[in-house]
């Protein structure tokens, strides 16, 4: 059965930093595209950052880049995104998702496995 894990979420000051990881198990997450995607209440899902599988290279989102980055540990399986500068309109549910190639950020309806999500909350 292949399960995406996230975990790390929490409650952060603003100028804070977080890191959410993804743990996979049933699959091998360098096999595939891994995506980071967002998603606030009342707003729609967006795509944050992605790692390619094969040789590791990553895309981010202009809203995000220069602040988060997207890393693969392959002994542990796992996926994380490290989050800096942290500011209010980046609270949300963050989920991980697994597919073919990065272009699960752009269309995310080609994901072939979600996680379940870790709530980030940035607030004073």
């Known amino acids: 059965q292949v399960q995406l894990v996230e975990s790390g979420g929490g409650l952060v000051q603003p100028g804070g930093s977080l890191r959410v990881s993804c743990a996979a198990s049933?699959?091998?997450?360098?096999?595939?595209?891994i995506a980071w995607f967002r998603q606030a209440p009342g707003k729609e899902r967006e795509g944050l950052s992605c790692?390619?599988?094969?040789?590791?290279?990553?895309i981010t989102a202009d809203s995000v880049k220069g602040r988060f980055t997207i890393s693969r540990d392959n002994a542990k399986n796992t996926v994380y995104l490290q989050m800096n500068r942290l500011k209010p309109g980046d609270t949300a549910t963050y989920y991980c998702?697994?597919?073919?190639?990065?272009?699960?950020?752009?269309?995310?309806?080609?994901?072939?496995?979600w996680g379940q999500g870790t709530r980030v909350t940035v607030s004073s």
């Open positions: 998702a697994a597919g073919q190639s990065c272009t699960i950020v752009a269309v995310p309806g080609l994901s072939d496995y």
């Open positions: 790692i390619m599988k094969s040789d590791g290279s990553t």
């Open positions: 049933g699959l091998t997450l360098d096999d595939y595209g």
